[in-house]
């Protein structure tokens, strides 16, 4: 267990109503991180006892596992020392397709997936994702039905624009301008796989080798690996309870050409502060003195609870250089790939054919199911639901950190957004916190990732919506008790 | 209209069902070739009663949009001498968050989308694409509906593996290998938005700047440009009546450190030669030998009307460095953007990582639905009821070739495919045949793009697909007519 970066039950995900038997699901999933060098020949892997603990199964199961491993020679037992991945592996097993391949290609095993699949019997404090137990699923349903019930059904089964449904675009546009503040024209919207996609693609479309950009520290990861990966020389700026420092972010704008800065002023990620005003004129005020792009990235835009929803940055008139992100996974369901970018009309434009060899096109089926409930009004339903149920739930996490926490903590409560940031008084690793915690049925992120140099922050993002209060009441009161 | 590299007709796609006025639409389509810089400043455009004719709208609705664009400033009139882009055109009035950006960013516009989305009043020959009309839509409702009424279906909506779903990954290895002679595993294969993301992480999984890679010529734009746009040096090899030369291949090999080789070898693009076994055989040895990746991307796989449909290259047992693409786009729909991947296990563990900081996972709905559809036979009923249509589209387009273009044109009937590749007996430019046909109600493509260099080849590749025999006769009778 000691060599395993990360839990068995975040490795090993179940999925008790798959066709596959669990056994093979639990060997398959060893297999894979024997592929991906995680679990290295000679690792001693847990005994069969221990990991159907773990994992929640019956222990006759892993032992089928384990079993099945050792026929196929991914793993071998040294009599009572117990079961190991075996010094050589059978290459040759792993696939018929993968027998002896000679090519080379690029190692990617440095980007790192963010959101675990957990078993749903854990009490998981997620990033900050909306509960998909609330998610419209009748209204959806709903949706879809008629999309295909339109005389006109087949015409979308053809090719679409790759800026995606211009129906959806022209409600998204309604939207932003009503509810944002900003004038965005449905010409300048291109619709996106999530916001994920969104970011990809203004990344790659910005970004030539070598560039600098400049993102918040503590920050998010998969920016961060976005922007790698296209060849950004990454330059992190400190955050602190007024959101980004700005005059950190001068001082570099004098000796470095800034390319663009990468921001979540609405609710930070992780640390959930809501950048104040002056700092948000001040970046604006940089951008153009210096000419640097700013990436807005408002991924949950909808739930403010303190005060109104923050306008974004890109409402504002001076705020010439923004490429605004944002998405309605979060406000739906994460399945809800829907994201969005717009920014300046060139920009946009060239963002979109860069699209086009990406995967061409969206989900124009989705993309019209998604438009339908924002034309009816589901959509702005569903957020209000959505919106009482997790602003409740916020009093409650509140509620419980004092209680349990409140001596061995410090944390402000957050104007907004779906987590806590909580900082512990005394030192600890969180990864370390985190395996502890699995055994006791919780699961929470360890958070040294959000510095970038792997270095601790001594404090957890807790996820706190898609838990009820009874859930949130148990998981704070076993993170209390392991710290 | 002599500026306009491509028609009205493509440029302007008008949906009358569209929220949004018609006359809106044909504005907005101008102004985006003007961002695009399609259309420079001081460009006459065509009077409004051309205009009118070729989109096939009322002279007043063209009128309405000039109207608004010069109120606008983005066209101006000299009396009498007609509409033209106005030589200063209103940055500020593009979009508001256009104003006066001055960051700087990628210029993308050398990436261009093969299908033009063409009105459906046209009788048009794609490049080998399905019947929508044929698209089993009730099928499709029927299975989205299933999808939704699981009583797990909330489980879905969270985050899924970056893979794809597992029950269609499981279903498409039963598939491969019950129909297509290969021995996936579905822990091997890569669900992706359509065979051209899969295209798109495969290129960016395997190159490194600089790298070379051959590809057939005449070949596939959108590879070429993913190739390019990876920072690959392609390097073409020619096609004859077997497939890709390749001797061609061999003698580069001995000069160059070839990275991968991009073919199509079941139903060649455009030419659709299927590549003869010895080809095939020589090919993988080479790739053996020299160490290079083979990409077979498979589109069509269904469509082999000749003989049974031959067995991929990468059934083949020798085939060691083969990744394979294919995609349930051409049998189900384009809009069903399924495409997938699969190749040695340490390859696709890699792809898979890029693929979750681009989209960070498929769409679960439709992949649900979709492995239903396999799952209960719908996918193969149809498959056969398609097959069906177009082996007797087929042999219409082949009488109506030789009856009205017999003696002007030279052709094989192609084993398979859902497209023809006539060569012309005498010079002409398929760039200008296809304009004047356009006039006439015929859209074909323009195929001096599939030679990379823009040299002309002297012929056209027409899918068949999608027409009736009453659409098909008119459409050869029409190019009959102009050539």
Not at 278 to 305: M, Q, T, V
Not at 397 to 405: C, E, T
């Amino acid at each position: 267990m000691v060599q395993m970066l990360r839990p068995w039950k975040t490795i090993l995900t179940l999925d008790f109503g798959n066709k596959l038997a669990v056994y093979r699901q639990i060997a398959e999933g060893i297999i894979a991180e024997i592929r991906k060098g995680r679990l290295k020949p000679g690792t001693a892997l847990p005994g069969t006892r221990v990991l159907a603990e773990d994992i929640g199964v019956n222990r006759k199961t892993v032992v089928l596992a384990y079993d099945a491993l050792i026929a196929e020679g991914w793993l071998e037992t040294a009599d009572k020392k117990g079961t190991f991945v075996s010094a050589e592996l059978p290459k040759l097993k792993t696939t018929q397709t993968n027998a002896g391949s000679n090519f080379q290609f690029n190692n990617h095993s440095n980007i790192e997936t963010l959101q675990a699949r957990t078993p749903s019997s854990l009490i998981t404090f997620n990033d900050g994702l909306p509960d998909v137990r609330l998610a419209p699923m009748d209204e959806l349903a709903k949706a879809y039905k008629r999309i295909f019930q339109q005389k006109t059904r087949w015409r979308m089964m053809g090719y679409g624009h790759e800026q995606g449904d211009e129906r959806l675009r022209v409600a998204l546009a309604d939207m932003l301008s009503h509810k944002r503040g900003m004038t965005a024209n449905f010409a300048n919207i291109c619709i996106t796989r999530g916001s994920q996609m969104a970011l990809y693609l203004t990344v790659n479309t910005l970004i030539k080798t070598g560039d600098y950009v400049a993102m918040e520290c503590p920050g998010y990861l998969p920016a961060w690996q976005t922007f790698k990966n296209a060849g950004a020389q990454m330059i992190t700026v400190n955050v602190d309870e007024k959101g980004l420092v700005v005059d950190e972010l001068e001082q570099i704008c004098k000796v470095k050409r800034l390319k663009a800065v990468y921001v979540t002023p609405h609710h930070q990620f992780p640390t959930a502060v809501s950048m104040k005003v002056e700092r948000r004129l001040k970046l604006i005020e940089l951008s153009n003195r210096y000419g640097f792009a700013i990436i807005e990235d408002d991924y949950d835009h909808e739930y403010h609870f303190e005060t109104k929803s923050l306008l974004p940055l890109a409402s504002e008139v001076q705020a010439v250089n923004v490429i605004y992100i944002s998405s309605l996974s979060k406000l739906v369901a994460p399945a809800v790939r829907i994201g969005y970018v717009t920014g300046p009309a060139e920009f946009i434009s060239s963002l979109s054919q860069l699209r086009s060899i990406i995967d061409r096109q969206g989900d124009v089926i989705m993309e019209q199911a998604i438009a339908e409930l924002m034309e009816n009004g589901a959509i702005n339903r569903h957020a209000k639901r959505a919106y009482n149920v997790y602003k409740e739930r916020r009093e409650v996490m509140d509620q419980n950190l004092r209680r349990y926490l409140g001596d061995r903590i410090t944390y402000r409560k957050p104007e907004g957004g779906l987590a806590f940031w909580i900082k512990f008084n005394h030192e600890l690793s969180t990864e370390m916190l985190s395996s502890q915690l699995l055994k006791k049925g919780v699961s929470v992120m360890s958070t040294e990732r959000f510095s970038f140099d792997g270095k601790s922050l001594n404090a957890l993002r807790l996820g706190y919506a898609s838990l009820t209060a009874a859930e949130l009441e148990e998981g704070i009161r076993t993170i209390a008790s392991v710290i």
